[in-house]
C-alpha cells in the first residue's frame, strides 16, 4: 500500500534514510559524511511538516520504502513554463529490494505528479550507483543533464 507519511512514520523513515545514506557513504566517502543518528530524525521531521515536500511510503506492515518528491513551477524567460515532480530521495530498505517495492513506489510518484499537473519527474543520482541508475532506467527515465567534476 503506498500513502502519505506522517509524523508517526518519523523513526522508521528515519532508519531507512540512515540505510540510504550508508550507502551515499560507501559509494562517495569524499563527498558524504555520517551524522548522528539524531540528524537523521531531525531532518525527516522537518521534512513531513514542510509543506513544500510529500513522503509517499510503501508500507504492507512496516514501512519498507519511500519517497520524498518537490512540486517546482518552472517559469523562467529563456525556457517553456513547466510543473516539475522533483524526487529529493527515493529508498527500497535493502531487505526489501528485487520484490517490486520500488517499481510501485514509483508509479505512485508518477501518479502523484500526474494528478497535480506536472509534466515531468526529475531526479538527481550519483554517477557511481550503478544499481539506482539501472533501476531508473527501467522506470522510463533518460539522461537529461550530467554533471562532471574533477578533484584538486
Known sequence: MIRIANINDTERL????????????EIRPDAFL???????????SEILVDKEQT?????????????????????????????????????????????????????AVK?????????TIQLGVNADNADAIKFYKKMGLNFRTIQMEVKL
Open 14 to 25: 528515519a532508519e531507512l534514510f540512515i540505510e540510504l545514506h550508508r550507502r551515499h557513504v
Open 34 to 44: 555520517m551524522p548522528e543518528c539524531e540528524w537523521f530524525k531531525r531532518r525527516i
Open 55 to 107: 513522503v509517499l511510503v510503501h508500507a504492507d506492515g512496516e514501512i519498507d520504502g519511500y519517497a520524498v518528491v518537490k512540486l517546482i513551477n518552472v517559469n523562467v524567460e529563456d525556457k517553456p513554463p513547466r510543473r516539475m515532480c522533483y524526487i529529493d530521495c527515493f529508498a527500497v530498505s535493502e531487505n526489501c529490494r528485487r520484490q517490486g517495492i520500488g517499481t510501485r513506489l514509483f508509479d
Open 111 to 119: 501518479q502523484f505528479g500526474k494528478e497535480r499537473g506536472c509534466d
